[in-house]
C-alpha cells in the first residue's frame, strides 16, 4: 500500500511536537486518529518510525531517515502548489521606500515588452521584508540586508544617502552637508524608521548623535513630520526619485557611507518566473 501526503505530514508533526497530543492539536485532528495515522504509515513501510517507550516520542533511526526525505518531498509539493496557483497571476513586487529608484521605469517597461503575459502588480508593504516573510509578495527590493533565513537576497548596486530636511530649514539650500551639521545644537529630532530605513545612530560619533529621535512606520508618515518641522531625516537617493514632497529638500551628505540596494527572494520562490524577474532586474541594473 502506498504512503500518502497525510503520513509524511503526520510523522513531521509528531517529531516537531514531541507527543501524539500536541502533534493531534498542530494538525486539528484528534488524538486517536493521529495514533491511527502513524500505526497505518509503520505497516506501510514496515519498520518502527517513533520509539514510544517514554513520554517525549523520539524518531527511530528508521524514522529519521524517513523523516529527511519527507520533508523533501512536502517543500516540493508546496512549491509545485505554489507554482500552480501563481501560474495565472501577476508577479508581486515588494518595496519598502523605494523600487530602484530612476531605474524603476525602465524595468517594468522592460519586463512589459518581453513578457506581456506575466504583469507585475508593485505592492508597497511596510515592514523589513517588504511582503517576502509574510507570503504578501514574490520579489522585494530591500534596502536593509534582511536576516530571516528563509529570504536570499543579492546586492545590486549603492546609492548615495542624503538628508532630508524641511524646505525652509538653514541647511535646505545647501549644496551638499556634513552630519554633524545636521546634529549641531539647535538642532531638529532624528526620524527613524526601525528595521526598514537605512539611517541609525550609528551614523554619528557617540559625541555628536541626535539627542532625541523619533520613530516612524512608514515613508508617508516620514516625509510628512519632516515637511511639518517635526524632524529630519536620513534616506537614500532612491527614496529621494520616487518620493518628492513639497515641503522636503533632500541634500547629498559629504560623509555618509553609501546604502546597498538589495533584491530578495524567498528560498524556495512563490511566483514561476522568479528567476526571470531577478534576471531582468540584474539587466537593468547593468545598464
Known sequence: ?????????????????????????????????LSRTLAQLEARVGVRLVDRSSRHLDLTPAGATLLGHGRAILAHLDAAIADTQAVDRPLRLGYTCAVLGRQSVPLLRGWRRKHPDVPVDVVRQDNSTAGLATGDTDVAVLRVLPVDPRIHAEALYTEDQLAAVPDDHPLAGRVRVRLAELTAAPSLPLALWPDVGTASLDLWPPAQRPDRIVEVRNVDEWLNLIASGGAFGVGTA????????????????????????????????????TEEFLAEVRSTVSA
Open 1 to 33: 500500500m502506498d504512503v500518502e501526503v497525510r503520513h509524511l505530514k503526520a510523522l513531521a508533526a509528531i517529531a516537531d511536537a514531541g507527543t501524539v497530543t500536541a502533534a493531534a492539536a498542530r494538525l486539528h485532528m484528534t488524538q486517536p486518529a
Open 238 to 273: 532612491g527614496t529621494a526619485e520616487s518620493h518628492g514632497h513639497p515641503g522636503v529638500r533632500f541634500v547629498p551628505l559629504a560623509d555618509a557611507p553609501a546604502a546597498t540596494v538589495y533584491a530578495a527572494r524567498p528560498a524556495h520562490p512563490t511566483h514561476p518566473r
